[in-house]
């Protein structure tokens, strides 16, 4: 079988670090598939794009077919099955939500071209740079010859987080939980639901049995996971995003196990009640290649009134790229 292509933005930061050693040694597509990695990066950071790519040699991985260091979007897209967009403009100090938007519009746009220009037909995006879900619906925006549920972005970092916290509380182990969903955006508004989550076989929830707990501690803490590490670590999360994006492309590559459902965001199809086209996290099952929306859940007053604020943040956020004109 021929290695497959896959293309790491922002390869020379640091969940670029963290994530390209993973992909090379099998955790993305499983022990029996080469790889051929395509790194982009700004022409600054090249150099350091290098050097990573030097000692991704120097692990001799067997999976590893090639590897190439580029800062022309068109060369890095060129060919692509697999497209993980890590690299995006942070917040500095001072800058308002909308010069945010407008300078990853900046980075999404040409990307999300090159994608269409190039990629391979079975091109499959995850968006990790943030705001993620819009900057993947800028992306999509710019690629119209590329089906449009292609485009994703992620939220499993928020999944795993929420895994964890409820394991601690339920004294379980997280591989005891089973059908957890983030819904949203990937921002503080998110909203991990535990109401059809089971554990063992029982019903989340229910063990738990104290609504309090879920609004002022569990729902919080997971939802500003990433500005608490942000203030311990003095950086962003970067092994756990890294790891969380293994987890998003391993399992829309390979499948979801059987009896369980993870979160992604991704074009949403009006299921729940989400706008149809908003990039949205959503409860998902994968096979052969393809995600589904777990359908037929039943959505109580607590869980309705999180999801819709958490949607109405992304309709915000869609309306002010559209009215900076970026797609
Ligand atoms: P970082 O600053 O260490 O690295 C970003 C890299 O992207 C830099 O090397 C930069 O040169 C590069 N870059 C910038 N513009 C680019 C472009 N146009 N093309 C190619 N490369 C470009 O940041 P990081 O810690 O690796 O985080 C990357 C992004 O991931 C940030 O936006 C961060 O907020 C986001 N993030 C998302 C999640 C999530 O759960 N969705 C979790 C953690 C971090
Ligand atoms: C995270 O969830 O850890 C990140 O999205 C935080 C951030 O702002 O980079």
Sequence with gaps: MAPVNVTVTGAAGQIGYALLFRIASGALLG????????????????????????ELDDCAFP??????????A????????????????????????GDLLEANGGIFKPQGEAINAGAASDIKVLVVGNPANTNALI?????????????????RLDHNRALSQLATKLGVTVEDIKKLTIWGNHSATQYPDVFHAEVNGKNAAEL???????????????????????????????????????????????GTPAGDWTSMAIPSDGSYGVPEGIISSF?????????????????????RARIDASVAELVEERDAVKGLGLI
């Excluded at 897209?77 to 497209?83: E, H, I, K, L, Q």
Aim: charge should be negative; include cysteine; charged fraction near 20%.
């Design 31 to 54: 022990p029996d598939t080469k790889v051929n990695l395509r790194l982009l990066e700004i022409p600054a950071a090249v150099k350091a794009a290098e050097g990573t790519a030097m």
């Design 63 to 72: 999976l590893l077919a090639g590897i190439e260091v580029t800062d022309d």
């Design 74 to 97: 068109k060369k890095a897209f060129d060919g692509a099955n697999v497209a993980l967009l890590v690299g995006a403009r942070p917040r500095t100090k001072g800058m308002e939500r």
């Design 139 to 155: 992306a999509q925006q710019h690629a119209p010859d590329v089906p449009a549920g292609r485009f994703t972005a992620m939220t």
């Design 208 to 254: 738990v049995n104290d609504e309090a707990w879920l609004a002022d501690s569990f729902i919080p803490t997971v939802a500003k996971r990433g500005a608490a590490i942000i203030e311990a670590r003095g950086a962003s999360s970067a092994a756990s995003a890294a790891n969380a994006a293994i987890d998003h492309v391993h399992d829309w590559v390979l």
């Design 283 to 303: 409860p998902v099952t994968c096979a052969d290649g393809e995600y589904s929306i777990v359908q037929g859940l039943e959505v109580n007053e607590f869980s």
